[in-house]
C-alpha cells in the first residue's frame, strides 16, 4: 500500500521563513553584494510541479 503525505505545511514554514529572510538586513547586504543568484529554484515554481 503506497501512502502520500501534503506537504502543504511544509511549503507554509518555508514561505513564513522567506518572508523573515526577505526582511532581514543582512540579507539585503548579500543581495546588494551581486552574489549569483541564478542556480536558485523559485518556490512558486516548485508549488506549481506538486500540484499538477
Not at 1 to 25: G, K
Request: aromatic share 12%; no cysteine.
Amino acid at each position: 500500500m503506497r501512502r502520500s503525505f501534503s506537504l502543504n505545511t511544509l511549503y507554509e514554514v518555508v514561505h513564513v521563513w522567506q518572508a523573515r529572510l526577505a526582511s532581514a538586513p543582512a540579507v539585503d547586504a548579500f543581495v546588494a553584494s551581486g552574489f549569483d543568484e541564478s542556480g536558485f529554484v523559485d518556490m512558486a515554481e516548485l508549488r506549481g510541479r506538486r500540484r499538477r
